[in-house]
C-alpha cells in the first residue's frame, strides 16, 4: 500500500479520535438530570400532535434517482477529462456525445414535469 | 504477518461483518447504515490495491448515491419499520445447509483454478494508470462502444424512473 | 543534511531527520513512518481546530458589522476570547437525548460531520511544500468527503424522533445532492485545463495565469454550488429559523451542537480554499518563483523557507477572501424556497455546466498549440459568450412569462375602474 493511502488512513483514524474527546470530556462534566419533560421532543414549545413521522414526498425520491444517474456520468467524465491531451479531436466528441446522451435525458425528465415540485 | 495483511484481514473482516449484521438488523435504517460500512470496506479494499481513483468512486457513487438512494427508499415507508416476528423460520436448516454447500463448491472452484497463486502483473513504470484508463474508454480499438452504450443505459434508467413515476401519479 | 537543506525544504527535513532518529532507536521503519506521520497529521488537525475556533470569532464579528452592530467586544481584546468562552459553555452544557431517539445513530452524527470535513485538510495544499498528501485523485475525494456529510445529516435527521429535524433532513439532503452535480462538473474544469486531478498539479500549472481568468464562469458556478453545498444562505432550508427552527441539529444540544456549528464554519473556509486551489491559483503568488521573485531578468533571490511561508499566508489570504465573500452572500441575500432552489439546478446550473464543460473541451483541445495569450483571450470570449447566450434565453423566458401573465392582470384593473 502506498504511504498516500497509509497517511489518509491515519488522518481518518485522528478525524475519528479528536472530535470524540470533548463529547467525552462533555459527558463527564456536564449535568445529568433527565426529567420526562426536558427530554420530550421539540415542537415550538408546545405538546407534539401526532406521531412523529412526516410523508415522505416521492419527489425527494425522484430527485435522488436523477442525481444518481447523473453522478455515474460526471464520473465516468473523469478519466475522459485527463486523457484529452493524448488524443485527437475524436476523443473530445465521443465525451460530448456521453454528455449529450443525458443531457437528453435530463431534457426528457424536465418536459415529463418530473422536476417540478408539487 | 506483513502489514498488508494484518490490515487486508481487519478489512475483510469490517466487510463480512457489516453484511451479516444488513442482514440480522431488526431496523431497517440500521441494516442501510451497516450496508454503508460494507460498502466503505470495499473502497478500502481497493485503497490497499493502489487503485486511487476505484477507491474514491466507490465512496462517492456508492456511499454517497446509492446508499442516500437506499436511505430514501427506506424512509418512504412508515417509521417504525421494525421487525416484530421471530427472524428464523423453523426449518431454517435447510437453507443454511445449502448455503455452505454452495460455499463449499465456490471454495473448491476458486482455489482449483491454475492461476490463484499468480501476483498481478506490476503496472509498467511510466504509465499513469488513470490516463490509460481514460485512453482506453474513448480510443476507437479500446472501450469507446461500451463508454457510448453505458450513456445510453443510464438514460435508459432515468426514462424508465419517470415511466414509474408517472404511472403512480395518475 | 546541512542548514541549507532545511531553508529549502523543512518539512521534509524535519521529517526525515525524525525517520533516522527514531530508526536508531531500533524501531522498525514502517512503525517510524506511522510515527512521522502521526505527528505531521496531529500538528495539521491541531491547526485546523485552532483556526476553527478563530474563524467563530470572525463569523460573529463580520455578520455584526453586516447588521450595523458591533459584535462580541467584552471578553477578551475586540471579543477575542469569545469562542473559548462558548467552547466552555457548550461542553458543560447538560446533554439531553429526546425521547425515542435512536441513541447509536444520534451519538454518530456529529462526529461523522465533522469527520467529514477533518479529512479534507488531508489533501489541501497550504503551500508548495506544506501539504499533508500529494493524493492524484484529490478532487474526487474532495466530492466523496461531501458524500460522507450527506450521510451525517440524514442520520442526525432521522435518528432525532422529531417531524421537523426529519424535514430538515430531507431538504437538506436533497439540496446538497442536486448542488453536488454542478459542482463535479465545474471541478472538471480545472482537471481539463490543468490535466490532472491532484491540487498540487492544478496549483502548480496556474504558475501562468490563474483559472479564473479562463473559466470565470465555472468559478461563478463553483462558488454557488458550493455554497449551497454547505447548507449556508441563502440555500439555508435545514435551519430556516422562521420555519423549522434549526432543521436537523434542533435536538442537540451541548457540544454535539457545538460539532455541527464548528465543522459547518470550517467547511465554509475549507471551500473558500478550495475555490483559492481552484481558480485562483492556491498558494501561488505572482512572479514569485521557487527561489526568489522573478520580475523578467532581475530576480530577487528568497531562501526557500522564505518563499515557502509567503506562499502559505497567499493561500490563506485567498482561502479568507473566499471565506469572506461566502459569509457576504449569506448575510446578504434571503432564502430561496425548496422549488426554487431545484429547478434553479437542475433547469440552470446543470445544463449551463455540461454546456461550459463541453465548450471547455473542445477549445483546450483546439487551443492546445498556440501561444497562451490566445488560449487565455478565447477561454474568457466562449464564457462571455456562453454567460450572454444564456441571459439572452433568460430574458426571453422572462418576457414570454410577463407576455402571458398581462391579460390576467388587466381584468381586475377594468373592473377597478367601473
Known sequence: ???????????????????????????????????????????????????????????YYIFALVFLVFDVETVFLFPWALSLNQLPIFAVLEGILFIGILVTGLVYTWRKGMLEWV | ?????????????????????????????????????ALFGVAVLFALLNANFLAVVQVVVYIGAIAILFLFAVMLTRKDIRDRGPQMRRS??????????????????????????????????????????????????????????????????????????????? | MSLQDFLADPILFISNWLQGLLVGWKLPSGLATVI??????????????????????????????????????RIGPFGLIQPFADIIKLVIKEDITPDGADKVVYNIAPV?????????????PLSSKIFGVDLNVAVLYLVAAGALGTLAIIMAGWSSNNKYALLGAYRMVANMVS?????????LIPTILADTMSLNGITQSQ?????????????????????????????????????????????????????????????????????????????????????????????????GIGVILLQAVAFMVKAMIGYWVIMWVKYSMPRIRIDQMLAFNWKFLTPLSLVLLSATAVLTKLLSGFPLWIFGVGMFLSNLLIGWITIEILRFYAHRQRRLEEPLAQPASVAARR
Request: hydrophobic share 60%.
Open chain 3, 207 to 303: 504558475e501562468t495565469i490563474w483559472y479564473v481568468f479562463l473559466s470565470p464562469l465555472g468559478m461563478l458556478i463553483f462558488l454557488i454550488s458550493s455554497i449551497a453545498e454547505l447548507g449556508r444562505s441563502p440555500f439555508d432550508l435545514n435551519e430556516a429559523e422562521s420555519e423549522i427552527v434549526a432543521g436537523f441539529h434542533i435536538e442537540y444540544s451541548g457540544m454535539k451542537f457545538g460539532w455541527f456549528y464548528a465543522s459547518e464554519l470550517l467547511h465554509a473556509f475549507t471551500f473558500g480554499g478550495f475555490v483559492g486551489i481552484l481558480f485562483f491559483g492556491g498558494w501561488q503568488v505572482p512572479f514569485l518563483m521557487a527561489d526568489g521573485f522573478h520580475f523578467g531578468s532581475f530576480v530577487v533571490a528568497l531562501p
Open chain 3, 179 to 187: 448542488y453536488e452535480i454542478p459542482m463535479v462538473v465545474t471541478l
Open chain 3, 36 to 73: 512521522v506521520f502521526l505527528i505531521g497529521i496531529l500538528a495539521l488537525v491541531i491547526f485546523a481546530m485552532l483556526f476553527d475556533i478563530f474563524l467563530v470569532w470572525v463569523e460573529r464579528k463580520v455578520v455584526a458589522r453586516f447588521q450595523d452592530r458591533l459584535g462580541p467586544n
Open chain 2, 92 to 170: 431454517w436448516w435447510i437453507p443454511a445447509l445449502l448455503g455452505l454447500l454452495i460455499l463449499a463448491g465456490l471454495v473448491y472452484l476458486i482455489f482449483a483454478q491454475p492461476g490463484i497463486d499468480r501476483t498481478a502483473a506490476a503496472i509498467p513504470a511510466g504509465v499513469d494508470p488513470l490516463r490509460a484508463l481514460g485512453k482506453a474508454l474513448v480510443s476507437p480499438g479500446g472501450y469507446v462502444l461500451p463508454f457510448e452504450v453505458s450513456s445510453i443505459l443510464l438514460l435508459a434508467a432515468l426514462v424508465g424512473a419517470v415511466y414509474v413515476a408517472i404511472t403512480k401519479k395518475s
Open chain 2, 1 to 37: 504477518m506483513h502489514p498488508d495483511q494484518i490490515i487486508f484481514f481487519l478489512c475483510a473482516a469490517l466487510i463480512l461483518i457489516s453484511a451479516l449484521f444488513v442482514v440480522i438488523s431488526r431496523n431497517l435504517i440500521h441494516a442501510a447504515l451497516w450496508l454503508v460500512a
Open chain 3, 112 to 124: 461523522l460531520a465533522a469527520v467529514s470535513v477533518i479529512i479534507l485538510w488531508a489533501v489541501l
Open chain 1, 1 to 59: 500500500m502506498q504511504n498516500e493511502w497509509l497517511y489518509i488512513g491515519l488522518f481518518l483514524i485522528i478525524g475519528i479520535i479528536v472530535p470524540i474527546v470533548p463529547l467525552v470530556f462533555a459527558a463527564l462534566v456536564s449535568p445529568h438530570k433527565p426529567n420526562p419533560i426536558k427530554q420530550s421532543t421539540y415542537e415550538c414549545g408546545i405538546e407534539t400532535v401526532g406521531d412523529s413521522w412526516v410523508q415522505f414526498k416521492a419527489q
